[in-house]
Every structure is written in C-alpha cells, then in structure tokens.
C-alpha cells in the first residue's frame, strides 16, 4: 500500500505538470489570459470561511487568491494521483488508457464542479473551444499519471 501510495503521489505529479504543460501552451498558442476562475473560486471559499486575507480587495489579496488557486490545482492533481494509485491495484484488468480517461474525467470533475457551485465560473458560456481548453488538458493530465503510475509500479 505504501508504494502505491508513493507511486500515485508522483504518477498524479507527473500529470499536473502535463496538464500545466498543455494550459501554457494553449495559452500561448491562442494568446488567451490565464484563467480567472481558481481565483475566483478561492475568493468565494475565502469569503464563506471567514478568511479576510483571501476575501478583501486590492492587488495583494488578489495575488494571494492567484497563488492559493494554483495550489488548489496541485492538491487536486496530487490527490488524484493518490486516489489512483490506492485502486488501481484492485483494478489491474482496466488497461491504463482507460484508467486514465476515468483519472482525468475525475481531475475535471473536482476542478470544475466546486468552480460552477460556488459561481466562479458558468460553463454553459465556455462555448467549444473552452470545453477543449479544459477536456485536452485532463486528458493529457489522466494519460501522463496512468501510464507513469503503470511504469512506476512495474
């Protein structure tokens, strides 16, 4: 248990860093601004906790959101590396490529859920390309993590 729990740490670190690889380079491809909506995710948590220096106004309180967003999609991209790496012993007859599509899916899903919950973002708006902006991304990032995590528990 301990080393898939080791292997899914790592295999879901790997696919974060595939999914912020594919994000920038979308970025930059397109010319689009980052998004706004895990700072306005943590913005709306900040101000239901109580947490003043998340919640306020001004260029601090924001770049304060800027960085807890992006630490929020770590803990999601890290924990579902954890999550996969606890059942996917259980489950050595799925091949890795569909392991990884239902690893993605579950990274989109705790990213985009609370995000439209709580208002920071509406995706009836994102029209095609943003739903590609955001199924590419989760598919690289569900891919690099199920296949890492395969190599790594060989």
């Known amino acids: 248990m301990t080393s898939s729990f080791v292997a899914g740490t790592a295999a879901g670190a790997v696919g974060t860093a595939a999914l912020n690889i594919a994000t920038y380079a979308d970025m930059v491809l397109r010319g689009r601004p980052p998004s706004e909506t895990p700072s306005?995710?943590?913005?709306?948590?900040?101000?239901?906790?109580?947490?003043?220096a998340l919640a306020a106004e001004g260029d601090e309180a924001e770049n304060r959101?800027?960085?807890?967003?992006?630490?929020?999609?770590?803990?999601?991209?890290?924990?579902?590396?954890?999550?996969?790496?606890?059942l996917r012993p259980a489950l050595r007859g799925v091949p890795?490529?569909?392991?990884?599509?239902?690893?993605?899916a579950a990274a989109m899903a705790l990213s985009d859920v609370p995000a439209t919950k709580t208002g920071a973002?509406?995706?009836?708006?994102?029209?095609?390309?943003?739903?590609i902006a955001d199924i590419v991304p989760h598919l690289l990032y569900?891919?690099?993590?199920?296949?890492?995590?395969?190599?790594l528990d060989a």
Not at 97 to 104: H, K, R, T, V
Not at 142 to 151: K, P
């Open 96 to 104: 890795a490529f569909a392991g990884g599509l239902l690893a993605g």
């Open 142 to 151: 569900g891919l690099a993590l199920a296949y890492t995590f395969d190599a």
């Open 65 to 86: 959101r800027s960085g807890a967003g992006a630490l929020l999609g770590f803990v999601n991209g890290i924990g579902v590396g954890v999550a996969y790496g606890l």
């Open 121 to 131: 973002t509406d995706p009836s708006t994102w029209g095609t390309e943003g739903w």
């Open 40 to 52: 306005k995710l943590v913005k709306s948590l900040a101000t239901c906790l109580g947490i003043e």
